[in-house]
């Protein structure tokens, strides 16, 4: 049975980091593209980042570009998101999950595991 934990989530104060930590069980994660999501009180879920399973390639949503960075530790089988300059818009709940379509990293239609979440509050 595959599980995506998510963890590392909480509250902290605009302009802190965090990071954010997804694990998996069941499945190798290294032989999946993984993505984080999140979703915000009122709105729909949203694509934050993506990273590829092979050749390491990255995608951001362009509202974090530059503040936050997916990255992969085989060994550990965790992919992690490193969330700096946080703002309060950055509110949400963050979801991680493995990707096994070609299509867009984008979407969420290309997704099949998704982790329960984690909550992140900033606070102004």
């Known amino acids: 049975q595959v599980q995506l934990v998510e963890s590392g989530g909480g509250l902290a104060q605009a302009g802190a980091s965090l990071r954010l930590s997804c694990s998996a069980s069941?499945?190798?994660?290294?032989?999946?593209?993984v993505g984080w999501f999140r979703q915000a009180p009122g709105k729909e879920r949203e694509f934050v980042a993506g990273?590829?399973?092979?050749?390491?390639?990255?995608y951001y949503a362009d509202s974090v570009k530059g503040r936050f960075t997916i990255s992969r530790d085989n060994a550990k089988n965790t992919v992690y998101l490193q969330m700096n300059s946080l703002n309060p818009e950055d509110t949400a709940v963050y979801y991680c999950?493995?990707?096994?379509?070609?299509?867009?990293?984008?979407?969420?239609?290309?997704?099949?595991?998704w982790g329960q979440g984690t909550q992140v509050t900033v606070s102004s």
């Open positions: 069941g499945r190798t994660l290294s032989s999946y593209p």
């Open positions: 999950a493995t990707k096994i379509s070609r299509g867009s990293y984008y979407s969420e239609a290309g997704y099949d595991y």
């Open positions: 990273i590829s399973s092979s050749v390491i390639v990255t």
